[in-house]
């Protein structure tokens, strides 16, 4: 099944003003300006150079099919700090136990479309659109978005994905065909993350699994502090296949 950093989607309507964004203007209005249920803006495009700028200022894009685009900022923010991941004794031997093979950035589309196919086959439709899934490829091509892959007896069966802007990872969606798969996913990319002196790792929004993984609610303020800071570090632009140490 799929377990996105976020939940569902709901169809929407919108009873309360939200920014409208042109394609023409590579713009974002403040985060500060979203509403209570942390839309922002509807409208613009999934173009990379649009996808980067609205991470680096912690918004990003979830809606349905047939929907405009929605532009997200959610207060508090659900969020992981590496050194603070929380990894239970049944979780610690899975890990010991040399079941699971862990790679980075080998099945990018494949980590994706399962992610997509899961979360579809739950009944609900889903959030990670055709044009969703081709915008985050490009930015896998581009160096920004990276893949964790698990494999058991030479078979994905588990991994995750997002995007990597200097010291912050945003998390977009894992999936599991086994038990444990995903949690391997994260608390591997989450140690590996830590070595590299990364800060945080963004969940966008609460849920239950990542709760028990040691995820946490974060005022936007807080949030948006770690962002403007961020904006000062490099980014490690590439694949990062060879980049860490695998599992």
């Given at each position: 099944m799929a377990v996105s950093m976020n939940s569902p989607p709901i169809l929407?309507?919108?009873?309360?003003?939200?920014?409208?964004l042109s394609d023409d203007d590579l713009v974002f209005p403040d985060p500060s300006l979203a509403r209570e249920d942390g839309i922002l803006?509807?409208?613009?495009?999934?173009?990379?150079?649009?996808?980067?700028?609205?991470y680096q200022m912690g918004i990003f894009p979830w809606y349905n099919e047939g929907e405009p685009i929605i532009w997200w900022s959610p207060d508090p923010r659900f969020v992981v700090f590496p050194d603070k991941i929380r990894v239970t004794k049944s979780l610690r031997q899975v890990l010991r136990n040399g079941n699971f093979e862990v790679t980075y950035d080998t099945e990018f589309r494949k980590v994706i479309t399962a992610c997509q196919q899961n979360d579809r086959g739950r009944g609900h439709g889903t959030w990670i659109t055709t044009d969703m899934l081709e915008a985050y490829c490009q930015l896998h091509d581009e160096g920004y978005a990276h893949s964790t892959e698990v494999w058991k007896d030479g078979q994905l069966v588990g991994g995750l994905y997002g995007i990597s802007l200097g010291k912050c990872f945003f998390g977009e969606?894992?999936?599991?065909?086994?038990?444990?798969?995903?949690?391997?996913a994260f608390v591997s990319l989450a140690k590996n993350?830590?070595?590299?002196?990364?800060?945080?790792?963004?969940?966008?929004?609460?849920?239950g699994h990542l709760q028990r993984l040691g995820a946490e609610c974060l005022p936007r303020l807080q949030f948006q502090e770690i962002l403007r800071r961020n904006t000062k570090e490099q980014t490690i632009v590439g694949k990062w296949t060879d980049l860490f140490s695998v599992d």
């Open positions: 929407l309507t919108f009873s309360m003003p939200v920014f409208l803006a509807i409208g613009g495009d999934l173009t990379a150079k649009r996808l980067l700028l609205a969606s894992m999936f599991f065909k086994v038990s444990n798969a995903s949690k391997v993350l830590e070595a590299l002196g990364f800060w945080m790792i963004d969940c966008q929004q609460e849920t």
